[in-house]
Structures are given as structure tokens and as C-alpha cells.
């Protein structure tokens, strides 16, 4: 238990270090009275927001909670509202920050470019801390009362039920933030755009414009509380499912075992350390380039990582090359064989990869965790950064129109699935082969022990867009303008980074939860055959039902983006129609009203497809068992939960780094290439920036959570069915 | 025999339709002296393109042939060859006809619209008979010599490998086809636009462009010569592998087995005769409406199919109500199953799905492909059709702008995808409930039985198209342009109906597909435990790299038409320079040499991407055996096979219908609607349509040529290693 008091206390850490930062951010000054002004219309707007939201969020949590009760006990129940709460937490106080720091990051950049970054990248910090903070947190508590206090087995199934109901909680509070909040932001980004660019001829960030409040509110509510639940959620079902894994697949003593499960939490608690030091080092080097400083910080964090881990994985583990158990999973090789073609009694390969592994087996593939995160970075920063040949070449095609931006965006957008496969599918063979999926679990692991580190890249990203617009509407000197400009446009590469980064770790995931799907199944109906072999035509029928969620969600996403942006409009024209003295400067316009239309939209429309990754699932089990038996339900189920990965990542990645490309094309024309602002080239990348919007921050990240909640409902289902 | 001697029979019975029709078209009036000089320009650049194409595939085919030689023998060879040549000769006949009739059609536009339609629809069903004609004439034959002449057994090995390679051979020709003709297409459709009226400022289709004639070969060329070619793989190898599979799969007496494998080819035979039939009620009701005159032939077709499909199978199978054979395939339930949960004996669903099956349920099955290939049709229409939601809503967004047509696109894109998955799910299921993974193959059967007609409605969308070019290059009336215009609206629709149609039957056909693989993996291979099931690693890195296929080579796809349309416009701006007579209307631009740079940057486009799926199966089996054994590398391999199909279908519905439905949204608003031409939302439907060119006529028509290779190479890959 001593590790797991070890994470908790890295827990605390992080939330202390939260604490401590905000002060710092909000003991900086907050401007004059106009900006002050503009910030608390922006404040109020977002908690208007985030509070009908989680209102309506709250109804669909007791709903399910009141199912949850009966079917699956108390303790499930109350690790699915404590996933759901802290979910929420996590979104609701890092909007807080970032709608105070926005102001005051606009105020620091008065005076230089580092006063700004550092302000706008400590508020992102506390959100990404308070992520991994909470997150461990969460998960080393409800472990620790259930072994400490409540005297389970760790590999008890209460455990395992406890932790997949807090992670069902996360997920399904995370899809209402990332949809709900994506469609916000998108929504008033559009409609602003439509009736104040277009109709009224003012230009964007506009005091006139009553959407520009909403517009503003949305990147708070969309970019940092939306992703920030999402994050929480990839956190909470990655670490919790590799220790549900753990309690599933390896045999060994109790005392092993405990620790064995332990592991991840104490991965996660020192890689909170790693991270915050990785914090401070973020500064502007002699060139003033600002993802070098961000990049500086990073990689802080993954160096200093790797003897972290080490540390770590000694201190659990002991000696690292002892043997640890045996991976059911793997253990009898012609056991999870299909017997199709078992005609001779050659083994198959399955069994050099080994029944058992070390603890150098284990730490060797948290290193390919670690190498994948980089990576990944890497490759999203390739695709969506202005220095690279995907950028630069949509920005070209654009000189050429509107149709050939579109044309060469989306061939781009095709191609930046390519090198993200390459590496997830590289990873998966590597760890399978250390140490089988146990390995690839722990690949994910110390993928996601990071996150503080990279979510505190994200929500960097909200606060400088919102110090731009105050400094814009406010009418603050030129120079900061573009000081905030130039860190917003690193902010478009490092959003575009997380969503990478949470769908990679979503494809790792994705095989670690249909590794626990099996083994429930094989616990709960042990005398059902179910055949996961791809010559099933069930499997086949799954595989399709599932890998057509993602475009069914995506659609939804796209549509409900258009239809929500058109109630903006038809309210700011009213606006303007009945109270001519906005227009004039004379009277302010009523943002609250347009806030609240959004709001009102925006929950409407995120209703229906956030409960298809719930419904979806139940009701393929539920036909096909009808059609044709039991057996057949869960094969049909099962390979539900991989189509919805093996299409989901491609449409999730395809749609961030196409949107992140599109967005960087625009802002390189801007910087004076292919004509500058103004130019053909230049309203042809705006409409592919348009495209881009809701790909990129509404349709797109919202696969992610999508995916787990499939698989997550799938898992629960199971428990639902063998009596709780 | 008899059987194969009807089959046979219908086939010379299609070609000999085509050469009687063919008279028919060639004696109609050709137009005055400036019609036929253009109509002649067209058909010399045509000619021109596919001479250079066949060359270049030529020399692929030769290298294949050479390595085929000594790894599968000679009659693979020939077989390869003949699937080959007749592709081919397929797609060079039709474009024949087409580059023929196009004037004519202009010519008769100019006496009625009944005139017009008649000329093109003949047209089009000329080489809608010809693709099942030459297909039917080339299984059957082959069949015929092999077991009637050489003496082989029905399901002896020479005869699966021939059909193997006949169906190889169709393949490999279509993807360079259609690739190189999509390319060719949209490269010549941008590039012209983008230098004529961008630049140049004059309309299009104006015979001073020197792209106007690269773009009117450009429809001959894709939309019917690569057209047919993929229509006709896609009947060869549905055709043929049905034939397989029931080769590798159903144990029976050798007279009952030939009368099995016979079943398709009369089925094929029977359909030729009622889209024959068909053909002639393509007429104009009192509605003048073109698409319900279609109809009306299709329809005819479609219901004089059920009898005639009752009728071959009663005179194949006698009582349809005996029990036919045994597919192993089914056979021992438990053999087919994953052992991994066999903990219990409980039997599972499988078995209820019967070993065998008789007559009336393969009836069913067929009748279940009839029903397929209608909803196909009517979701298509759906789609993207101007009197439904879809495309009218795409002109709606149209009001606000180029991005939210764009968005609005996007979204029907991803949405066009659910109906046709449900519908072949729904279609997987009851088939293989009837007569497991054989009905699906009949159901695959059927569905492609009435490509003669499909294929009639689709080619004549290029016709009429070229009839308009011509009717406005020509300076004809008013009135002629008016009715080629409207028989081109339903020529989009129809176009969007083959590749929906070609895709949903390879969605059925890789069912089948895998099944050949792992029962020809069971022959070569006893020895070999492969596991297929989902809880296998490599299973799933199989299917992200097959899912990976489509996206690399759709994202190829568009960036080659982006850079062939370069080239163009580079062209053309020399030629207004050097020769300033053009634009003063004096002098003749250069047509051909336009023609022949689109021809090069064609033909080098296409080489490298068609490569990829051929490549791609071969790298995966020897890493993935490298790596983890040859076990896993046919695991691996498998899973691709199924990962290509379940991401393809997809992304290639969603180009397609996505495509169509941009196109006519801007002819919607054309027609007067939201402003008619000229309008800010005819602008942006523009730019939506120009989006859509690449997708629906590029990228998304070959991913299912693709798809088919991936599996077919899969096979003979098989076969090489197992030592031919």
C-alpha cells in the first residue's frame, strides 16, 4: 500500500501545485476597465454555459446512476459518479482559470512576449495538473478503500467493476464536454462570422457583434473545459484499465499482484513530478521561438521521465529481471487459437512472445510509450505546422481558389492518418512482443502519464486566443496584438497535438479493453463459445456496425455545427434590427441573449449523438442475439468495439490534423506568403479554415471518447447480464 | 456442360446485341461539318490516351505475366491474360461507342429529348452488354476448356487458380483504368476551369481553351472506358470467385458440384436477357421525367429477373427443395470457433445456420442480391438526387458561403454511409443465415448479374455530357443545350448509382474473398494454426493497416489530380503566349498537345498508387513473418484483407455519394434556386463542386478495384508460397 500512498501523495502534488499557480495567475494585474469589462462578459457567458450543460449532464448521469444501482451495486454506482463529478471538476476550474488568465495574459503581453506565454502557459499547467492530479487521484483512492479499507483482493471483481464504472463516468460526462463544448464554440464562431463579417461588414472580434462574447466563451468551454474532461477520461480509463488488466490476465500471488497494479499509479504520480518540473523550464530562448520554449518544457518532461520510471518500476518491481507471473491471456498459446485450421500441432507464434515477462520487459515498453508520445508530437506538428510541405501546400493551392485549398486539405487530412498508424501499429508489436498485453497496456500508460504536460500545452492554447480578442476589442496598441497572435498560432499546433495524442492513446487502449471484454466474457458465461475469429460473418457484421460510428457521429457533429450556427445568426440579426444603437456604438448589444441561444443549441444538439456510442452497442447485442443466439450477440458486440477503433482513428485523425492544417494555411497567408491578408489566396484558405472548424475542435476529438464509451458500455453490458 | 453451352449461348447473345445496337448508333446522323470536326478532336484525343494507357499497362501486365510464369504456371498465365486483354478490350470498345454517339446525340437532342435519350442510352447499354457479355463469355469459356477439354474436375486446383488469375488479371487492369482514367478526368475538368475561366476569363466548355477538348476525353476516358474496365472486374470476380468458393467449399458429387458452380454463369446468362429486355422500355412517359424512362428499364429488368433467376436455377438444380452437398465451410460449427472460451460444449449459434442448404434457399439468397441492387439504387437516388433533403440542404448552406457548402457536403458525405451499411449488413446476415457463406456468394451473384444494365445507365451519363460540350462548342440552339442539360443531371445521378453498386457488392464479395483465403490457407498450409480471432495482436495491426489502404490512397489520388491539373494550366498559359491567335479566335489552339500532357501526367500518376495495394499484402506477410512467425504474417495478411474492406467501404460511399451529391446541388441552384447562377450561392456550390470532382471520380470510384486486388493478390500469394 505504501505505493499507492506514494501516488496519492503525487496526486496531491499536483492539485497543491494547481492551488499554488492560480494564485500566481491571479495575482497578476487584470488590466484596465475595458478589459476587465470584456472579461467578465466572457466569465459569465462560460459559467452560463458550463452550468446549463452540466445541468442537463447531470440529468443523464442520475438517469444512468438510477439504472447503474440496481444492476451493477452501490460501489459501481459510486465509482461511475465519482468519474462523473471529478470529470466535470476537471473541465469546470480549468475554464475558471483560463477565463481569468486570458485578460491578464493579454495585460502581461503589454509588456513583453515571455511576461504573456508565461502567464497564458501557467494557467494551462493548472488544468493539465488538475487533469493528471484528479485523475490519479480518483483512481489510487477508490483502489486503496477498497483493498485498505473494504479488504478486497485487488484482483477482486469489485475492483474491476469499481474502476470500469469510474471510468463509464468520466466517458460519459467527457463526450457531453468535448460535443456540447465543440458545438459551442464552433457555432458562434460560424454564426459570428456569417452575420458580422459577412452581412454587416464589421470586422471579427468586433465589440458590435453581440456573437463575439459567445465566440470568445466558446473557446473557454469547447478548447479547455471540453478537452480537459476528455483528457480526464483518457487518463482515468487508461490507468484504471491497466490495472483492471492486470487483475484479469496475470496469475500471481496476491502480494505481486498488488503491487504489479500499483505500478501504473506510481508511473503516473512521478511522471506528475516530471511534469511539473518540465513547467518551469518553458522560456524563450534567444530566437523568441515560442514552440521552442513550449518544446522545452516538454521534453524536459519525457527525459527526465525515463529514470523516473526506472525509479519507479525498481521500487515496485525490485529486481527487474525476475519474473513476474503468467498473462493468462497468453498463457496457453493454442488457447486463444482458432482451432479453424488446427489440423498439425505446430504452436504458432503466439508463444515466443512469452507467457510471462520481467520487469525490464515492462519498463522497456513504458520506453515505447514514451517514444510513441514523442513521435506522435512530432508527426502533428509535421502535418499542422506552418514550416512543413502539408501546411505549405494547401496554402499554395489556395492562390488557385477555394476548391483547391478544399481539394488539397482533405488529400492532406487522408495522408496524416499514415505515419500515426505506422507508429501505433509498430508499438502494438513491440510491447505485444515484450510482454503481450499487459506490455501494450503499459505502453498506454506512460503514454498518458504525461498528459499534465500535454493538456497544459492545450489549454495554453484558448487563453492567448481570448487575450487576442480582448486586446482587439478592448482596442489595445498593435504590438500586442501580435504578440498574442504569433502564441496563438502555436496554440493551433499544440491543440492539434492533444487530439493527436488522445486518439493514439485510444487505438493502444482500444486493444487493452478488448482484452478485459474477452476475459469478463469468459468469466461471466464460461459455457458460451464465442467465436472473435474473422471467418464469423458476425464478426464481420460488428466490425461494419462498428466502423460506421464514427461517420454516423461524425455527421451528426458537422450537422448540428450548421443548424446551431443559423440560430446565432437569426438572433444577431434581431439584435441589430430592434435596437439600432449597437451598430451605431451607442447602446451595448445583449451577449447574454446570444450566449444563451448557443447554449441552449449547443445542448440540444449534443443530446442525441452522444448517446449513440451508449445505445449502439446494447442494441447490436440485443438484434443479434435475437437473430442468432447468444454467442453470436457477443461475437457481433465484440467486434463492434474494435470497428469502432480501426475506422474511429482514422476519422479522428484525419479530421484534427486536417483542421489543424487548414487553420495554419490561413495563418501563414497572413504572415505575408502567397499574397497576405486580403488577397484571392486568402479568403480561399478562410473557407477552408471554416471547413476545418468543426472537423478539428467538434467531430473530431469527440471520437475519442466516443470509442471508449462503446467499449465501456460494451464492458458493463456484460456485467449487467451475468446478474451484477 | 450443357448449362455452360446456355451460358455461353447469352453471352455471344450480349456482344452480338452490341454489334446489332452498335449499327444502329453509327447510322444515325453525325451533325453538320463543326460538330463532327469537334466530335472527331475528341475521339483522336481519346484514342491517343488509351493507346499510351494500354502501353504503359501493358508493360506492368507483361512483368506480372513474367513473374506468374514460373510461380503459378501456364494456365494461371493465360488466364491472367485473358482477364487482362478483355478488360481492356471492355473499356476500349465502350469509350468507341461513346466518342461516337456523343455527337450523335447532340444531333438528335435537336429533333426531341426522346430523340436524345434513346441515342446515348444505346449507347451506354452497347457497352453495358459488352462488360457482362466479355465476362460472362470469359468465365464460362475457360470453365468450359478446363473441365470439357483438359479433362479437370470441377474444383480440381487448375481450375481455382485460373479463375484466380482471370479475376487478377480483370483487376489489375481496372485500378489502372479507373485510376488513370479518373485522374485523367478531373485533372483536364480543374485544370480547364482553373486557366479558362479563372484566368482567361472565358466560359467554359469555349473552344478557345486548349483543355476543352482534354476535358470532354477526359469523360470518355474515366467515366466510361475506366468505368467499364472496373465493372467488368467487378463482374469477373464476383462471378468467378462465387464459382471458387463453392469449389474450395461444398462437398458433393462431382456432377452435383458442376451443376453448382455452373448456377452463376446461367444466372449471369439469364440476366444478359432480361437487361436486353430492359433496354427496350427505356422510354419517356407523358411526364417527360429521363430518370423515371430509366427506370422504367431498370425496373423491368429487375422484376423479369425473379422468374428468369426461378427458371435457371429449377433447370440447374431440379427440385429446389433437395438438399444440396455440405460447405465445409460451416460443417463442424465448433471447427470454425475460437477455442478460447470452449470451456463448455454448448454448441453455439453457428450451427444453426445448417451445414447445408437446398435450392430454394440459394433462390432466396439471389432474391436478397435483387433487393440489394434496388435499396442501392433508391439510397443512391437518395443522395444525391435535386428532390431530396440531402442535396437540397447542400444548396442551402450554399447561401452563407463557400465553407458551409463545404461543411454541409462533408456532413452528407459521412452521413451517405449508414443506409448502404445497414443494407449489407442486413444482407450478410439473412444470406448466410439461408446458406452460409455460399449464399453470400449467390447473393454477390445476383446483385452483379444485372451489371449489363447498371452499366448502361452509367455510361450513358458520359454521352450526354460530351453531347452538351459539343452542342455548346458548336454554337447549336438554345433548345438542344437545354436537353442535354437535362439528360446530363440524371447522368450524375446515375454515375453515383454504378460505384454505390460496385462497392456494396465488393463489401459481399470479401466475405467471400476471406473465405478462399482461409480454406486455400488450410490446403497449402495444414500445418499451420493461424489464429484470426480479435484477441490476436497481429490481427488487429492487419486491420489498421488495411483500413490505412484506402486513406493513403485516396490522399493520392487527390494530390495527383492537384498536380496533373498543374500541369494543364501551365500548358495552357504557353500556348495563349506563343500563339495570341487563339484568343482572337484565328487560329486553332493545339488540342492534342494539351491531350497528351494530360495523357503523361495521367499515366505517371497512376503507376505508383496502383502499386500500393498490390505491394502492400506482400510487405505485410513477409514483416509480419519476419517478425513473429509465418503464422501470424497469415494472420496479419487476413485481418488486411477484412481492414481494406471495412474502412473502403466506407471512404469510398462517402466520396462517391458526397461527390454526386455536391455536383447536383449546384445544378440545383442552377435550375433557379437560391439565386440561380451567377449568385454568391451558385460561387460556393461551385467550390463544392470542384471538392467533389476528385472525390467522387478519382479517389473514391477505385478504391473498389483496390479492394479486390488486396484480397486477389492475397490468394496468389498464397498459392506462389505454397509453390504454385
Redesign the interface.
Known amino acids: 500500500m505504501t505505493i499507492v500512498y506514494l501516488a496519492i501523495a503525487c496526486g496531491v502534488l499536483a492539485v497543491v501545485y494547481g492551488f499554488f499557480t492560480s494564485g500566481q495567475v491571479l495575482r497578476a494585474p487584470a488590466g484596465d476597465a475595458r478589459m476587465q469589462d470584456i472579461a467578465a462578459a466572457i466569465q459569465e457567458g462560460a459559467k452560463a454555459y458550463l452550468g446549463r450543460q452540466y445541468i442537463t449532464i447531470a440529468i443523464v448521469g442520475v438517469v444512468v446512476a438510477v439504472i447503474l444501482l440496481p444492476t451493477l451495486g452501490i460501489y459501481s454506482t459510486v465509482g461511475f459518479l465519482i468519474g462523473a463529478v471529478l470529470s466535470g471538476v476537471a473541465g469546470y476550474v480549468g475554464m475558471n482559470i483560463s477565463v481569468r488568465a486570458n485578460v491578464r495574459t493579454a495585460e502581461a503581453a503589454r509588456g513583453s512576449l515571455q511576461g504573456g506565454l508565461t502567464l497564458a502557459f501557467r494557467s494551462g499547467a493548472i488544468t493539465g495538473m488538475l487533469v493528471a492530479g484528479l485523475g490519479l487521484l480518483s483512481i489510487a483512492g477508490l483502489f486503496w478503500y477498497l483493498v485498505a479499507v473494504a479488504g478486497d483482493a485487488p484482483n477482486g471483481r469489485r475492483v474491476i467493476d469499481t474502476l470500469t464504472a469510474l471510468a463509464f463516468g468520466a466517458s460519459l460526462i467527457s463526450i457531453f464536454a468535448r460535443l456540447g463544448g465543440g458545438i459551442f464554440t464552433k457555432a458562434a464562431d ?1 454564426g459570428a462570422d ?1 452575420v458580422g463579417k ?1 452581412e454587416a461588414g464589421i470586422p471579427e472580434d468586433d465589440p458590435r457583434n453581440p456573437a463575439v462574447i459567445a465566440d470568445n466563451v466558446g473557446d473557454n468551454v469547447g478548447d479547455c473545459a471540453g478537452m480537459a474532461a476528455d483528457l480526464f477520461e483518457t487518463y482515468v480509463v487508461t490507468l484504471g484499465l491497466t490495472m483492471v488488466s492486470i487483475a484479469l490476465l496475470v496469475q500471481a500471488p496476491t502480494e505481486q499482484l498488488l503491487a504489479l497494479m500499483a505500478l501504473p499509479l506510481l508511473v503516473g504520480g512521478v511522471c506528475i513530478i516530471t511534469s511539473i518540473i518540465g513547467t518551469y523550464m518553458v522560456r524563450l530562448g534567444k530566437g523568441q521561438s515560442i514552440m521552442g520554449a513550449l518544446y522545452k518544457g516538454f521534453w524536459t518532461t519525457v527525459i527526465l521521465s525515463v529514470p523516473a520510471i526506472w525509479l519507479a518500476s525498481t521500487y515496485v518491481l525490485g529486481d527487474l529481471s525476475a519474473t513476474i507471473g503468467s498473462a493468462g ?1 497468453l498463457e496457453p498459446a ?17 508463444e ?2 512469452g507467457a510471462s515477462f520481467n520487469g525490464w520487459d515492462l519498463f522497456w515498453c513504458m520506453m515505447i510509450g514514451l517514444a510513441v508520445t514523442g513521435l506522435l508530437v512530432w508527426i502533428t506538428e509535421y502535418y499542422t505546422g506552418t514550416n512543413y510541405r502539408p501546411v505549405k501546400s494547401i496554402a499554395k ?1 489556395s492562390e ?5 485549398n ?3 486539405g ?3 487530412s ?2 496524416s ?2 505515419l500515426p ?2 507508429v ?2 509498430v508499438a ?2 513491440a510491447t ?2 515484450l510482454a503481450g ?1 499487459i506490455g ?1 497496456a503499459f505502453a498506454a500508460t506512460s503514454l498518458l502519464a504525461l498528459a499534465g504536460m500535454v493538456v497544459a500545452l492545450d489549454a495554453y492554447g484558448p487563453v492567448t486566443d481570448n487575450a487576442g480578442g480582448i486586446a482587439e476589442m478592448a482596442g489595445m496598441p498593435d504590438d500586442v496584438r501580435q504578440r498574442t497572435d504569433a502564441l496563438d498560432a502555436v496554440g493551433n499546433t499544440t491543440k492539434a497535438v492533444t487530439k493527436g495524442y488522445a486518439i493514439g492513446s485510444a ?1 493502444l487502449a ?2 487493452v479493453l ?2 478485459a471484454y ?1 476475459t469478463d ?2 468469466e461471466f ?17 460488428g ?3 462498428g ?2 460510428l464514427p ?2 457521429f ?2 451528426f457533429g ?2 448540428a ?2 443548424r446551431a ?1 443559423g440560430h446565432v ?1 437569426e438572433d444577431v440579426r434581431e439584435q441589430f434590427r430592434s435596437n439600432p444603437g449597437i451598430m451605431a456604438g451607442t447602446s451595448r448589444p445583449n451577449y447574454a441573449r446570444t450566449v444563451d441561444i448557443v447554449t441552449r443549441a449547443a445542448i440540444k444538439e449534443m443530446i442525441v449523438p452522444s448517446l449513440l456510442p451508449v445505445v449502439s452497442p446494447v442494441a447490436v447485442y440485443f438484434i ?1 442475439t435475437w ?6 450477440g457477443f461475437a457481433a458486440l ?2 463492434m468495439l ?2 469502432v477503433i ?2 474511429g ?2 476519422v479522428a485523425i ?1 479530421m484534427t490534423s486536417g483542421g489543424g492544417a487548414w487553420d495554419n494555411a490561413k495563418k501563414y497567408i497572413e504572415d505575408g506568403n502567397h499574397g497576405g491578408k486580403g488577397s484571392e489566396a486568402h479568403k480561399a484558405a ?2 477552408g ?3 476545418g472548424d ?2 478539428k475542435d467538434t467531430a473530431g476529438p469527440a471520437v475519442n471518447p466516443m470509442i471508449k464509451i462503446t467499449n465501456i458500455v460494451a464492458l458493463l453490458l456484460l456485467a449487467a447480464l451475468a446478474g451484477g
Chains 1, 2 share one sequence.
Open positions: 460560424v456569417l459577412v491471456f493454442t488457447d486463444t487459437l482458432s482451432t479453424d485450421f488446427a489440423l498439425g500441432d505446430t504452436p504458432g507464434a503466439v515466443a512472445t493551392a488557385t481558389g477555394h476548391g483547391t478544399v481539394i488539397q482533405l488529400a492532406i487522408l495522408e492518418t499514415a498508424t505506422l501505433i501499429v502494438v508489436i505485444y512482443q498485453i501494450v487505438a482500444a486493444l478488448f482484452g474477452t466474457l469468459k458465461f464460461p459455457e458460451l463459445t464465442v467465436d472473435f475469429s474473422l471467418s464469423n460473418p458476425y464478426v464481420i457484421v466490425l461494419l456496425l466502423a460506421l461517420y454516423l461524425g455527421a458537422m450537422t455545427v450548421g450556427a445568426v443479434i437473430v442468432a443466439g447468444q454467442a453470436q465484440g467486434a474494435l470497428g480501426v475506422s482513428l482514422f484525419s478562410v473557407t479554415d471554416t471547413v468543426p472537423y
